[in-house]
């Protein structure tokens, strides 16, 4: 949401040079020479991309295979939970005070590492020491969990829907997959 907002940040303190961002929704920004998301930028790169595959004897399909064997299988998922009414505002309020009061500790059977409360604009680790978060202020949190995989909530600011996001990563597409599946029970647990 704020890539450029970054961008301007990195170039004002020199201590970071910016390679690429996007947001779940599709935007991607991969040069700040346009500071606005879009799918043009991304949709040029991913034909360079397959330029060099196919001229290696590979599909685009075979180069992400090779990446996902040397980084690790990622998949992303949202939940999106629509409460209407009144009751609907109100539990997903509920939710939202209960899991910044009573921080869940596994998701899956994954412990989370760090819990980021960017309305309280602090990070908590498992241990129980703070740190600062610079981000801009919203009521969003997200878990950091043990294998690099993490779990962010937040409520809608336009819907009557609480969101779930979920970025797992694992060593197989199998384990990736059951992982997620594993996700989404523990999500289930906190929306009933």
Not at 30 to 44: E, M, S, T, Y
Not at 76 to 92: A, L
Not at 107 to 123: C, H, L, M, R, Y
């Amino acid at each position: 949401k704020f890539i450029a907002e970054k961008i301007q940040k990195f170039e004002e303190d020199c201590q970071h040079t910016f390679i690429f961002g996007f947001e779940e929704s599709y935007g991607y920004l991969i040069k700040p020479f346009v500071r606005d998301k879009d799918a043009i930028q991304a949709l040029v790169l991913l034909a360079e991309v397959a330029s060099f595959y196919k001229k290696s004897g590979k599909t685009l399909y075979d180069g992400l295979q090779d990446l996902f064997e040397k980084y690790g299988f990622y998949q992303e998922k949202t939940i999106s939970v629509t409460m209407d009414g009144i009751e609907g505002t109100e539990k997903i309020q509920a939710i939202m005070d209960k899991c910044r009061n009573e921080a869940p500790h596994l998701f899956g059977n994954v412990p989370v590492t760090a819990t980021e409360d960017f309305k309280s604009q602090k990070i908590t680790n498992a241990g129980g020491n703070t740190d600062k978060l610079a981000f801009p202020a919203a009521d969003v949190l997200k878990y950091i969990l043990s294998d690099g995989s993490w779990i962010a909530i937040r409520p809608s600011g336009t819907e009557p829907k609480i969101k779930f996001y979920i970025a797992a990563k694992a060593a197989t597409a199998k384990e990736v997959a059951a992982k997620v599946a594993g996700f989404e029970a523990s999500i289930e647990k906190l929306v009933e």
